[in-house]
């Protein structure tokens, strides 16, 4: 009795242990579960949402040790959508996002830091061939399996850039200098 109770002590141990070690998640882009989208002041008299419909990336989650948390992002910058081609097409030119040029941005984390229910997810951020530190604010969503028998991680996360700073030198007005970032991912967690 005593060594089959020490036995499963041992094994519910283990189990709680494995359950802690991080996982490597694909983002779910072939069922569009994951979005990259934007907002900007347009002119200071409303808002501009867009997205962008073709990017990749991975990410590594250890819900124990947020220290040891990668995320990695790679997005056609050609891809970018706000509903109106025409502002597309601008979008794309070198007075934004010079996708001749410059066709993929680049997000890259250096740090996970947990903040409360959150995580602050500092990274090298690389949009229209410039390199600036940006952190984001995630929050998890949800975790567990799925009904295919894989198993899923999603999360929100928010930040700001300054278009300056990524050298788009257009100037629409003072209250159209900062870009929010809205990032919703679902990852399948890979074997």
């Known amino acids: 009795m005593k060594k089959s109770l020490q ?5 519910s141990l283990l189990l709680t242990a494995g359950s802690a070690i991080a996982a490597d998640y694909k983002i779910d882009k072939e069922g569009q579960h994951a979005f990259v989208n934007f907002r900007i002041q347009h002119l200071g008299y409303s808002w501009l949402y867009g997205t962008f419909r ?5 990410f590594t989650y250890d819900e124990k040790n947020p220290a040891a948390d990668k ?11 706000t509903n109106h081609a025409e502002r597309d097409k601008h979008l ?3 007075d934004f996002l010079n996708v001749a040029k410059y066709p993929q941005a680049t997000f890259t984390s250096t740090a996970v830091k947990a ?9 090298n ?13 995630a929050k998890m969503i949800g975790q567990g399996d799925d009904p295919w ?3 899923r991680a999603g999360f929100e996360a928010a930040g700001k850039i300054s278009l300056k700073e990524f050298n788009i030198k257009t ?10 970032l809205i990032i919703s991912v679902e990852g399948v967690q890979q074997k």
């Open 7 to 11: 036995g499963l002590l041992l094994g």
């Open 54 to 58: 073709d990017f990749d990336g991975t």
């Open 125 to 137: 951020l690389t949009l229209n061939g410039v390199t600036k530190p940006v952190t984001l604010k």
């Open 71 to 81: 995320v990695n992002v790679t997005l056609n910058t050609n891809s970018v959508d």
């Open 149 to 151: 028998g894989g198993k």
């Open 171 to 180: 100037d629409l007005g003072p209250a159209s200098q900062d870009v929010e």
């Open 92 to 94: 794309r030119s070198a």
């Open 115 to 123: 903040d409360g229910d959150a995580l602050d997810v500092t990274g």
